[in-house]
């Protein structure tokens, strides 16, 4: 008895010590993360963060703006292309991987507002009727929006390896009947209700709006969203007399990879864009005087449909229980990760001091990478301006 009083004592100590450990290094990644900055220096610690980023060979270009009340702050780091040695610099587009999510379900919300769906529509009514489900229950449009519906991220057997006919470009092999044929006989389908990102929930929506509208989704975002907010060189796939601009991707070991294509799913992962396209999207997120601030502030707002208000219409609105330590403003953050087979990119507003950083990349390692160093930008630049 008196030994196991003896080991429970030895426990109970490793184990404070483990907490303090513990909480001794999140204190330190806290305040490395949060570091007394003046504005003289915030430019220089955004230089030293990609510049230690380019260094490590985790990217080979990267191209920043950082908006914080009418002012702008544009930075270009690295290389366009290994080969020619070009360099990146504002021009440049580049894939904006699953940042176009916030783009689709920003497009469901101006559809609803202009009544021609309801967020809690189930989405199967905007589909063929000849399509025969092989579940009863709905799945409403906002579920699909909020990663809610249940759906899988992908399903596994469409990426078989008898089926993907080009590992780098992998969703060539997949056409609308493919969807069709899943959602007859539908596999790892949960219940809905419980957060679980799923790229074809979201691709789902896409299809439903070109249905309403008659159009296709590269049609719909340039007349409700690029044309508007002044976004020439943004769309599905680059256009032709743009290619000249569009980075080369580069995969986890460096080599050069495919630009993806995408014949079905383009709402969860298509656009391409460069930073000042996307400068126009981030501000039209947080300036109230723009036309379509109003619908877009609506996707920024917790669903009721996600637990815990950790979502709201394709944007995230809380971090992880580890990262939330290295971030003291986090509760303020709403943003979205990118990533594809050669590009990584992040979007993060702070919209309680109007401040947002676009971050766009080539290299396709660490899909969060992108976001997390800008909560760290934003976090430093919460205290200071940035002129």
């Known amino acids: 008895m008196k030994a196991l009083k003896i080991t429970g004592i030895i426990i109970g100590i490793l184990i404070l010590l483990g907490i303090g450990v513990i909480g001794y290094g999140a204190?330190?990644?806290?305040?490395?993360?949060?570091?007394?900055?003046n504005t003289r220096d915030l430019e220089a610690k955004i230089d030293e963060r990609f510049n230690k980023v380019l260094k490590l060979n985790l990217r080979t270009g990267i191209t920043i703006a950082l908006y914080k009340n009418d002012t702008i702050l544009i930075k270009n780091y690295g290389l366009k292309d290994k080969e020619s040695g070009e360099a990146v610099d504002t021009s440049t587009i580049f894939e904006i991987g699953s940042i176009t999510k916030v783009f689709t379900t920003s497009l469901?919300?101006?559809?609803?507002?202009?009544?021609?769906?309801?967020?809690?529509?189930?989405?199967?009514?905007?589909?063929?009727?000849?399509?025969?489900?092989?579940?009863?229950?709905?799945?409403?449009?906002e579920q699909l929006a909020t990663h809610t519906s249940g759906f899988p991220k992908l399903p596994s057997r469409w990426f078989d390896d008898s089926l993907v006919v080009n590992e780098c470009n992998p969703y060539t092999h997949l056409n609308f009947d493919t969807i069709v044929a899943y959602l007859e006989n539908p596999s790892e389908l949960s219940k809905p209700g419980n957060v679980a990102y799923s790229n074809l929930g979201?691709?789902?929506?896409?299809?439903?709006?070109?249905?309403?509208?008659?159009?296709?989704?590269?049609?719909?975002?340039?007349?409700?969203?690029?044309?508007?907010?002044?976004?020439?060189?943004?769309?599905?796939?680059?256009?032709?007399?743009?290619?000249?601009?569009?980075?080369?991707?580069?995969?986890?070991?460096?080599?050069?990879?495919?630009?993806?294509?995408?014949?079905?799913?383009?709402?969860?992962?298509?656009?391409?864009?460069?930073?000042?396209?996307?400068?126009?999207?981030l501000k039209a997120n947080l300036n109230e005087d723009n036309p379509l601030y109003a619908s877009f502030s609506k996707c920024h707002q917790a669903s009721l449909k996600a637990p815990n208000g950790s979502q709201g219409l394709g944007w995230q609105l809380e971090l992880d229980i580890f990262s939330s330590f290295l971030f003291e403003h986090h509760k303020d953050f709403i943003w979205h990760d990118g990533g594809t087979g050669g590009f990584n990119s992040g979007i993060v507003l702070d919209k309680k001091t109007n401040t947002?950083?676009?971050?766009?990349?080539?290299?396709?390692?660490?899909?969060?990478?992108?976001?997390?160093?800008?909560?760290?930008?934003?976090?430093?630049a919460r205290t200071v301006s940035i002129n």
């Open 108 to 141: 469901l919300q101006m559809t609803a507002d202009a009544g021609l769906v309801k967020l809690d529509d189930d989405f199967r009514q905007y589909l063929p009727d000849t399509i025969e489900y092989g579940f009863e229950y709905p799945i409403s449009l």
């Open 356 to 380: 947002g950083i676009i971050i766009l990349s080539s290299g396709s390692p660490f899909t969060a990478q992108m976001s997390m160093e800008g909560f760290g930008i934003l976090n430093d």
């Open 27 to 37: 204190y330190n990644m806290k305040k490395d993360a949060n570091p007394e900055i």
């Open 202 to 281: 979201n691709g789902l929506i896409g299809h439903v709006l070109e249905r309403v509208h008659n159009k296709s989704l590269n049609e719909l975002l340039d007349s409700m969203i690029f044309t508007p907010l002044n976004m020439p060189h943004s769309g599905i796939e680059t256009d032709s007399s743009l290619k000249h601009l569009l980075a080369t991707g580069y995969d986890a070991e460096g080599k050069a990879t495919c630009n993806w294509q995408w014949p079905i799913l383009a709402a969860c992962g298509a656009i391409e864009s460069n930073i000042p396209d996307m400068l126009q999207f």
